[in-house]
């Protein structure tokens, strides 16, 4: 579903890869790998130098705060938290190197540039707007989003096969009958009698519908009033229910409340747009090819990673200081120290699973 926040929201979960596996659990999901796995390496590839000793601060001008006092102050306040993310990174840059595959900095810049276009926004908003509320510094995105991704592209690219179904498929996805529609999502924590409340004010009153799709709790959504890409048939989602739904609307309906994995969805139909008759299958082959390619590999990705991470059977033991993680329960409960949840959302590499702790 997280690809319905407008295929905004379906390339954004591709984006996020790495949050679908790269949600590492986080959401995806292909063929096994051709060949055996080669050996273990003797030697994994080593990170940049540090000297634990080098100064990153001077008190009263001589005594110096070195890298590893500050590195330990750094992961007793957040570390644990991010720790998996970097085990899963270091299998993905291990593996690389052991291809002798790597990715320059141009490519990196090139594929946030794409991604953006895919979500119709530009790179100041996504800094200011979109990257604080995942949470996330443009430093991060780039090396635990695009980076990683980009290295497991390069080495899925020859595991993916594209059949005549598959063009017949984008074929009709591309060119055939859309419905543009708006979507609000509420958590499905909300109370769905809530949920119930607000729809009986919004299906009516096009006023209403519009502000609160733009108060909505997903920033993508909320950014664009619920405005997605014109749903098509074979709609890439995790509920096929929605696409169902689009299409039995009539224009100017709103939805009945869809329950799903990603919350409650209500949609709103705005115009219906006819298959596109002035492009044929032949004329459109190798484009089709390519996407379909591109849908491919966003399969081949998580199930390449998963062999990945199976072969290195990470073991994770730092858990970070034990002292004050919570406060004893009071009347109104158990009050978590700040920092002590888990890896923030919106694309990071999450869940290396299992591990001594």
């Excluded at 750094?74 to 938290?81: P, S």
């Excluded at 090396?143 to 899925?156: G, N």
């Excluded at 799903?260 to 115009?271: A, D, P, R, T, W």
Aim: net charge positive.
């Amino acid at each position: 579903m997280a690809q319905l926040a407008n295929e905004t929201n379906r390339r954004w979960a591709k984006r996020a890869v790495v949050a679908g596996v790269l949600g590492l659990g986080v959401a995806v999901s292909a063929e096994q790998l051709v060949g055996q796995q080669p050996a273990a390496p003797k030697a994994p590839p080593a990170l940049p130098a540090l000297d634990h000793a080098r100064p990153v601060a001077y008190l009263y001008d001589t005594l110096p705060v070195t890298q590893a006092e500050f590195g330990r102050w750094l992961m007793d306040r957040g570390g644990a938290d991010k720790l998996e993310t970097f085990v899963n990174i270091r299998i993905i840059e291990v593996e690389a190197a052991r291809r002798n595959i790597s990715v320059t900095k141009t490519e990196m810049e090139a594929a946030l540039a794409k991604d953006l276009e895919g979500i119709a926004t530009n790179h100041n908003d996504f800094v200011k707007i979109l990257l604080p509320k995942y949470g996330k510094s443009l430093y991060e995105w780039m090396e635990d989003v695009i980076r990683p991704r980009l290295l497991l592209t390069k080495m899925c690219r020859d595991n993916v096969k594209v059949s005549d179904d598959h063009l017949k498929v984008q074929f009709e996805r591309l060119h055939g009958e859309k419905r543009v529609v708006q979507m609000i999502i509420f958590p499905k924590s909300d109370d769905p009698n809530a949920v119930a409340k607000i729809r009986g004010k919004i299906v009516t009153d096009a006023t209403e519908f519009d502000s609160v799709a733009r108060t909505q709790p997903n920033p993508l959504l909320a950014a664009s009033a619920g405005r997605i890409k014109p749903i098509s048939r074979h709609l890439q989602g995790e509920d096929k229910r929605v696409e169902e739904m689009a299409f039995k609307l009539k224009v100017g309906d709103v939805s009945e409340i869809l329950k799903s994995e990603q919350g409650y969805i209500i949609l709103k139909l705005n115009e219906i747009q006819p298959p596109n008759d002035k492009v044929t299958f032949e004329t459109e082959k190798a484009k089709l090819y390519a996407a379909a390619f591109d849908e491919q590999l966003e399969q081949e990705i998580p199930k390449q990673f998963q062999k990945l991470k199976e072969a290195a059977k990470p073991n994770t033991m730092y858990v970070g200081p034990t002292d004050w993680k919570t406060v004893p329960a009071s009347p109104t409960g158990s009050i978590t120290v700040p920092g002590s949840g888990g890896v923030p959302g919106g694309g990071a590499i999450q869940q290396t699973g299992g591990g001594k702790k």
